[in-house]
């Protein structure tokens, strides 16, 4: 049929669908070509997302045992690499429960709600240079708007299964999310600003110079507050076990369960990806003509190996804590960097518009000296302070009293 896009359709710059449409188009109409190179996006974005999940488990899992100075998975297939397989396996065999008193439709919807934006997530990310299956112009927005879609999965999940512990779990889970919904959005604003675009392809390009360097308090940020909307140790408060048995998803069983846990998992793998795009540069470094899907790659790793740090090494804090730590820390920090931002985009950007990497670099210089005041400032402020436990009032017991 030799079906070719034409340079005005919306699709024509998203190269993955044009090769996928303009290759099936040799043998079946246009019109149906469309629909099967969809499909097939649809269908590699799925199983990457899954297998990337699963992946990540299996290396989780060992480091953390390392961490704690224990083996980790090692009983299927060499170094327990095949451990995945085996839960999944274990979980499509175990019975599918539903709750008595749940509500049926909310309660199955949402395991599919809570994978639902890890993988329309991915859709718009570049993994090299015009390779995001989507390339959309407000990139940014779209991501923020789909990963709400989370804390609506987790209320509907603590509603629907009509448990004490699930609900508590839940309300839990949206007062975190809530709270460092504000300065996540807020520490990317200094992001478009400085790239002067919302498109995912047009940040990366803006960083001659990584943002993570430009604006280390937007980075900063940005990795604990999604640390914290991700329910990883220490902000777990969502499912703590010692407290709320297992949380929101207390009642999920077999399959529904299994999905949940790849939308976690895989939830790390999409915020690490976002923020190698936004922060890290994206694809770029040497050879990224040929080799910059590897360096997403090993920025992916190195920020995933992080997240995965922080949850053996930190104890879970309380839920007066995590929202003190939003709003009276990383807030604060959130507004000074995009003000100091906005007055550094207004004074060094040229005629046209941009900004030189001369300017970015000066960018640099000023922004860690306003990243270390900042922090030596809030962190003594928000400290506290913790007093030895001593008698009430001065009060001693007697001899009498004490027997």
């Not at 960018?363 to 809030?378: D, E, P």
Request: glycine residues 8%.
């Amino acid at each position: 049929m030799n079906c070719v896009l034409a340079p005005d359709n919306i699709l024509y710059d998203t190269v993955l669908y044009r090769v996928i449409y303009e290759a099936v188009g040799q043998v079946l109409p246009c019109g149906l070509s469309y629909v099967v190179a969809g499909l097939a996006i649809m269908l590699m974005l799925v199983n990457g997302v899954l297998l990337g999940a699963g992946l990540f488990s299996w290396v989780e899992r060992r480091l953390i045992g390392r961490f704690h100075n224990r083996v980790g998975p090692n009983r299927w297939g060499p170094f327990g690499m095949l451990q995945p397989m085996a839960d999944l396996v274990k979980l499509l065999t175990k019975e599918d429960l539903t709750p008595k008193g749940a509500d049926r439709i909310l309660f199955t919807i949402v395991p599919v709600a809570m994978l639902a934006p890890v993988i329309l997530t991915m859709a718009v990310v570049p993994f090299a240079k015009d390779t995001a299956l989507a390339n959309l112009n407000v990139g940014v927005l779209y991501i923020l708007a789909v990963t709400s879609i989370t804390s609506i999965a987790i209320f509907m999940a603590g509603w629907a299964s009509d448990n004490r512990y699930a609900m508590f779990g839940a309300s839990r889970g949206v007062a975190v999310l809530i709270s460092y919904e504000v300065p996540v959005v807020m520490s990317l604003l200094g992001v478009v600003l400085v790239a002067g675009s919302m498109s995912l392809d047009d940040v990366v390009s803006a960083q001659a110079v990584p943002f993570f360097l430009v604006q280390p308090l937007a980075f900063f940020v940005f990795l604990a507050g999604t640390s914290a909307e991700l329910n990883r140790t220490p902000f777990d408060l969502a499912e703590a076990e010692s407290e709320i048995i297992a949380g929101f998803h207390i009642e999920y069983s077999g399959v529904k369960f299994a999905l949940i846990q790849a939308a976690e998992f895989g939830a790390v793998l999409t915020t690490s990806a976002v923020m190698v795009t936004l922060f890290l540069g994206g694809w770029s470094g040497p050879f990224s003509a040929y080799l910059g899907w590897a360096w997403f790659l090993l920025k992916i790793g190195v920020l995933a190996f992080i997240f995965s740090w922080v949850r053996a090494t930190f104890p879970r804090l309380r839920i007066d804590q995590m929202l003190a730590f939003a709003w009276k820390f990383l807030l604060p920090l959130s507004i000074i960097n995009m003000f100091a931002i906005a007055l550094e985009v207004y004074f060094l950007r040229d005629d046209s518009g941009t900004l030189a990497t001369s300017d970015l670099w000066i960018m640099v210089g000023m922004n860690f000296g306003v990243a270390i005041a900042c922090l030596i400032i809030f962190g003594t402020l928000i400290k506290e302070k913790v007093r030895p436990a001593g008698p009430i009032n001065g009060a001693t017991l007697s001899t009498g009293e004490a027997d």
